[in-house]
Nanobody, 121 residues
Framework: QVQLVESGGGSVQAGGSLRLSCAASGTFFSINAMGWYRQAPGKQRELVADITKGGSTNYADSVKGRFTISRDNAKNTVYLQMNSLKPEDTAVYYC???????????????WGQGTQVTVSS
């Protein structure tokens, strides 16, 4: 089973920066894709960015050029560097991973508990 520990959320003024981290631990065969989603009050959860084990990245249009996702495969950790933050980036940010328990298992999804990011104008 996978456990995810998220850190790095907080409050910042518009134009500021934050860095989120999510470390995966536990018993599993492999961590495949890792990513970040967010959910603002009254809105659906949406993809912010994700990254494959090989390093291919995918970003929401709203964060392109401002956010950078990266990962350290040796540490099973994914990072989200958020620059030029805007009030509309305010949301709970959730770490998400796809993993396999064994080499022959189907891929599974797992979510972190979420970390609040608040950007004030």
């Amino acid at each position: 089973q996978v456990q995810l520990v998220e850190s790095g959320g907080g409050s910042v003024q518009a134009g500021g920066s934050l860095r989120l981290s999510c470390a995966a631990s536990g018993t599993f065969f492999s961590i495949n894709a890792m990513g970040w989603y967010r959910q603002a009050p009254g809105k659906q959860r949406e993809l912010v960015a994700d990254i494959t084990k090989g390093g291919s990245t995918n970003y929401a249009d709203s964060v392109k050029g401002r956010f950078t996702i990266s990962r350290d495969n040796a540490k099973n950790t994914v990072y989200l560097q958020m620059n030029s933050l805007k009030p509309e980036d305010t949301a709970v940010y959730y770490c998400h991973v796809k993993y396999r328990n064994t080499w022959f298992s189907n891929e599974r999804d797992y979510w972190g508990q979420g970390t609040q990011v608040t950007v004030s104008s």
